[in-house]
């Protein structure tokens, strides 16, 4: 029997029950993207990505100077003498370990609560880091990406995170700066003799018995300057022990210090007082607030390292204001403006030891 009056309703019905089937249009903003990292491994990530986790160190300085907003905490609480040099809103983040390098302390529990969107690395893009980012990918289904963490590096890398976080503007200024801080120093550099080019002993840690060999990330700021290092004759490598009697076979013209009791201790120490840096007041402490200038991690941290270090070096060529150039540093890529007083502090240690 035909019953007219109710096919319209059980037509909606059906219409409406197909309708449901139907997964809805997926739109461009929430498409999923297929990026190339600095490793040449191919990551699906979110076209929105409003949460990043920094695996180690450098990753979480570029991740700050990029896009602060975006962080969900830190690798290492910022020590109180750093917080000065850091935005506010960031400060309190919570801190939950490093996945990567020496001393890693993150486990994966925890990097799922803290909910990323992203995880990324900057450093060396190495099979063992190429190893850890698909293993934690794996494990964690984060989307992980390894970048190139080498000076020459950045402006690409800035470019590249800044379309895929949503701020290519701003990455667009800080790549520049990049790029001006490293051609001008280029440039610069191939105007000095070589004779006039000193050869430099890095000394990290208390007894400043560490050091980088050739080849060593941590080193790339004495040969963005022309500086010889070396340690460079011991072989090639990351960073290693040496000997007193190493160094004092090197005798170098100039002693970059990385720690201040190594710094304070140097000039002092009845040994070291016979290397020629030692006896010319050629010892310089590297500043370290928020970040190392030259090290301590090897990050976006070193642009204002290698403009410091060339004034030092070199004076006639860089006569540059460096107050200003350092007051114009924190402020593009720390977000703050520093004080007279900061600067003091800042510079100070970059005079010789006495």
């Known amino acids: 029997m035909h019953h007219p009056r109710i096919a319209g309703p059980v037509a909606c019905i059906c219409l409406l029950a197909l309708a449901l089937l139907v997964p809805p249009p ?15 491994r191919r990551v699906e990530i979110p076209h929105k990505i409003s949460r990043v986790l920094a695996a180690g ?43 990567t390098g020496r001393g890693g302390t993150a486990n994966l529990e925890s990097v799922l609560r803290f909910k990323p969107d992203l995880i990324i690395d900057s450093g060396s893009t190495n099979a063992t880091y190429v190893s850890l980012a698909s293993n934690v990918q794996e494990q964690t289904k984060i989307p992980y990406l390894l970048l190139d963490g080498r000076l020459e590096s950045t402006p690409a890398v800035y470019r590249l995170l800044g379309e895929l976080l ?3 503007e701003r990455a667009e200024k800080l790549a520049r700066y990049a790029e001006e801080t490293l051609g001008g120093l280029k440039s610069r550099v191939a105007t000095i003799p070589e004779h006039e080019r000193p050869r430099v002993y890095y000394g990290r840690g208390p007894n400043g018995l560490e050091t980088g060999l050739a080849g060593s990330i941590n080193m790339e700021v004495l040969d963005k300057v022309g500086a010889t290092n070396v340690a460079a004759t011991a072989g090639t490598g990351g960073i290693t022990k040496v000997s007193i009697e190493q160094v004092l076979a090197w005798n170098p013209d100039v002693i970059l210090a990385l720690d201040p009791a190594f710094y304070r201790a140097v000039v002092a120490d009845p040994v070291w007082v ?20 030259s090290d301590a991690p090897p990050g976006v941290n070193r642009l204002i390292g290698v403009r410091w270090l060339m004034s030092l070096l070199y004076p006639r060529q860089f006569p540059d204001d460096l107050r200003g150039v350092t007051r114009d540093f924190y402020k ?9 007083l900061q600067l003091d502090a800042l510079l100070a240690s970059a005079t010789p030891a006495k």
Not at 26 to 40: L, W
Not at 332 to 340: I, N
């Open 26 to 40: 997926v739109r461009a903003q929430d498409a999923a993207r297929t990026v190339t990292d600095s490793a040449g």
């Open 57 to 99: 160190p450098p990753a979480s300085i570029l991740l700050y100077t990029l896009t602060p907003e975006q962080m969900i905490g830190w690798i290492r609480t910022p020590r109180p003498s750093e917080m000065p040099f850091l935005l506010e809103s960031v400060r309190g983040l919570p801190e939950y370990g490093r996945l």
């Open 332 to 340: 593009r890529f720390y977000h703050v403006d520093v004080t007279e």
């Open 166 to 168: 949503g701020v290519p």
């Open 274 to 293: 016979s290397v020629k840096a030692v006896r010319d007041k050629r010892t310089y402490l590297a500043p370290n607030l928020p970040y190392g200038w």
